[in-house]
């Protein structure tokens, strides 16, 4: 059975960092490409990142490049996202989603997701 | 990236059919067919309905079909259920490898 499941949300002030996992199993890490999407409250859902099975391919919005670095480590079956800067309009909650294809590259089809973690960003 | 347009909300009786758009450019929607659609409940996860414009994951009722004519997707569900009731949401990928949803529909199943 396909698992996902995020941890390392919470809440923290504007200005400082924080880092989500997504720790995955039930299927094999290293042959997907891996996302990050983000619903804030009361709002529709937006595209955050992917990256592809080889790490080769990364994608940003423009909301939040420059600030958000996305990446995977396959020994620990794991997709991390880690957040500087952070601002009032990054609190959402953060889901990760798992590609429904396994070729190269990455597309808009997510078959799992996890449940997603809380990101408040506060002062 | 600016958003994808859906409307805020349909609405249909149970047993009819309704067809949500989706109104991109030629950057994303009318430039590649990798639109997906899906289905987000409260509370839950949210749910691969369509992808590739016009297919449909194992499990998905064939009651859901997904097309596109030019920069516009379009969802249609046909013989309501209840059960439908939820938001749904469109999304392309975009000439900058990058991605956009729409703004989300609210169905309202009558």
């Known amino acids: 059975e396909v698992q996902l499941v995020e941890s390392g949300g919470g809440m923290v002030q504007p200005g400082r960092s924080l880092r989500l996992s997504c720790a995955a199993s039930?299927?094999?890490?290293?042959?997907?490409?891996m996302h990050w999407v983000r619903q804030a409250p009361g709002k529709g859902l937006e595209w955050v990142s992917s990256?592809?099975?080889?790490?080769?391919?990364?994608g940003y919005a423009d909301s939040v490049r420059g600030r958000f670095t996305i990446s995977r480590d396959s020994a620990k079956n794991s997709l991390f996202l880690q957040m500087n800067s952070l601002r009032d309009e990054d609190t959402a909650f953060y889901y990760c989603?798992?590609?429904?294809?396994?070729?190269?590259?990455?597309?808009?089809?997510?078959?799992?997701w996890g449940q997603g973690t809380l990101v408040t960003v506060s002062s | 990236q600016s958003a994808l347009t859906q409307p805020a909300s349909v609405s249909g009786s149970p047993g009819q059919s309704i067809t949500i758009s989706c109104a991109g450019t030629?950057?994303?929607?009318?430039?590649?067919?990798?639109v997906s659609w899906y289905q987000h409940h409260p509370g839950k996860a949210p749910k691969l309905i369509i992808y590739?414009?016009?297919n449909r994951p194992s499990g998905v009722s064939n009651r859901f079909s997904g097309s596109k004519s030019g920069n516009t997707a379009s969802l249609t569900i046909s013989g309501l259920q209840p059960e439908d009731e939820a938001h749904y949401y469109c999304?392309?990928?975009?000439?900058?490898?990058?991605?956009?949803f729409g703004g989300g529909t609210k169905l309202t199943v009558l």
């Open positions: 989603a798992k590609e429904r294809d396994d070729s190269n590259g990455f597309s808009p089809s997510f078959d799992y």
């Open positions: 039930g299927f094999i890490f290293d042959d997907y490409a």
């Open positions: 990256i592809s099975w080889s790490s080769d391919f990364i």
């Open positions: 030629s950057s994303d929607v009318g430039g590649y067919n990798y």
């Open positions: 590739e414009v016009n």
């Open positions: 999304i392309s990928l975009t000439s900058h490898s990058t991605m956009v």
